[in-house]
RNA sequence: CGGGGUGUAGCUCAGCUUGGCUAGAGCGCUUGGUUUGGGACCAAGAAGUCGCAGGUUCGAAUCCUGUCUCCCCGACCA
């Protein structure tokens, strides 16, 4: 490919159409036998695509993602990672991200168009809009056929591989600010801080500053000095001694909560004199959150263990405010009028027909987000033509 | 590219309908003093070609014309 010398960019920008295109030519060169599989190659990419209108996080005209692309000999095995890589995804969002997800598989009319099926993890908002927070994509022979790539088998029989291919992108960074934020600013889980603990030592003068500030750098020591394990990574804690003495307490206060730090602690004149200090809670922003007198010798595995409740509350609020905006409903009229307010997650029967999907879609403005692996198994009526219909399927507005 | 909105101090905005003293406020900034456990207080002060160009008028941030900027809504892709 040349470039032409008079459009020729400073910084060359390689626009190319899926992945799977370049991937599958290149595994067509590295497949051969079945020993060549099964064959797994992830790559971090940074995308670019027009938009009409972009979306801070959600919808930007260029992003970060992480994609994995696999081959394999049998059509089981590539099932089975399509629905292993899902759960990876489910786990990171639940367990790292406090962000409960929906899982399940796309409608026809949204999967991904070389796929044979899209499997989804799905997330609510703080305003009830839906979020697609990952996909995996089981793709069959599809891009084996299209790039002939075959290999022999154990039998000496030429075969096409399975494929499957999954992603998630920075769009998860807006989804962990949308599910968690509040009015005081970011509210970070902490398994995701980059600063777990803030302490604030608080002095009117540069007796009690140096003071404080002494207690301060032992206690940060004592955090840091804390067993690794799971819940960090296996990483230290970060932990940020906060000096400013030039700002009032209050303003140091409100600029950390504006900034997500899950714990702070006050260490003030006060707490000294009774070896003391204050715990406070970004899950419970101001003084609600505030544990008073907290033993300076018990702090740092206070610290620990309220790290770790806060990630499980951060959870459980999120999945509680979910599950109270998602519904069962088997009236259209009732749902045209529910998904505008308040909104949510609706659960009815549909017919399985693009056509009802893309009638609900024009009409609502609600997608099917997906067809639930572990909800409304039963039997019904499409809530639009009466037509039979095996199970529920997820309707919701979404980013 | 259509429809709607916007542009005034570093930031957020009021003033415009119905032209009229020297264009305002909050925040921020500077100086002095008092303060410091939830975004400190008092006082003084610096700071604006009112997006740009033209026009109407004795007089334009305000009315008219043109032009530009940014934002919102619209392409079935979330």
């Known amino acids: 490919m040349e470039v032409d010398p008079d459009a020729k960019l400073d910084e060359e920008l390689i626009v190319r159409p899926t992945s799977e295109t370049i991937i599958w030519h290149t595994y067509k060169n590295w497949i051969q036998s079945y020993r ?19 979306r801070l996080f959600l919808r930007t005209a260029e992003f970060l993602w992480q994609e994995g692309h696999t081959a394999h000999a049998t059509e089981a095995e590539a099932e089975e990672e399509t629905h292993k890589m899902l759960e990876v995804y489910r786990k990171f969002a639940e367990e790292w991200m406090a962000m409960p997800v929906l899982t399940g598989a796309k409608s026809e009319g949204q999967k991904f168009p070389g796929a044979v099926y899209t499997l989804c993890i799905e997330a609510m908002m703080q305003d009830r809009k839906a979020l697609q927070a990952g996909t995996s994509h089981f793709l069959g022979q599809n891009f084996a056929k299209a790039f002939n790539v075959q290999f022999q088998s154990k039998e ?106 899950p714990v702070r602690v006050e260490i003030g004149p006060k707490d000294l004199a009774s070896n003391a200090c204050v715990l406070a809670r970004r899950d419970q922003p101001g003084k609600e959150g505030k544990l008073m007198g907290v033993p300076l010798a018990e702090a740092a595995t206070r610290i620990d263990a309220l790290l770790r409740e806060i990630q499980n509350k951060l959870f459980e609020k999120a999945k509680a405010f979910r599950d109270a905006n998602m519904h069962q409903i088997d009236s259209y009229e009732e749902f045209k009028k529910k998904i505008e307010a308040p909104g949510g997650f609706f659960l009815a029967h549909w017919d399985g027909t693009k056509e009802t999907e893309d009638k609900i879609a024009e009409e609502t403005k609600a997608t099917i987000r997906c067809i639930p692996f572990n909800l409304g198994k039963e039997e019904g009526k499409c809530m639009v033509t009466g037509n039979p219909s095996k199970q529920r399927v997820v309707f919701a507005k979404s980013y």
């Open 156 to 261: 000496g029989k030429l075969e096409y591989a399975w494929a499957t291919s999954w992603g998630v992108s920075t769009r998860l960074i807006g989804g962990l600010i949308m599910t968690h934020s509040d009015d005081q600013g970011l509210v970070v889980p902490p398994r995701l801080a980059p600063i777990h603990v803030v302490i604030c030592p608080i002095g009117k003068n540069p007796e009690e500053q140096k003071a404080t500030a002494e207690v301060a750098d032992k206690l940060a020591a004592d955090l840091v000095a804390l067993p690794r394990d799971e819940f960090y990574g296996y990483d230290t804690m970060t932990v940020k001694v906060d000096r400013d003495f030039e700002k009032s307490p209050g303003f140091r206060f409100n600029e950390w909560e504006l900034k997500g730090v």
């Open 36 to 54: 060549d599989l099964p064959l797994l190659i992830n790559q971090w990419a940074n995308v670019v695509r027009w938009e009409m209108r972009t």
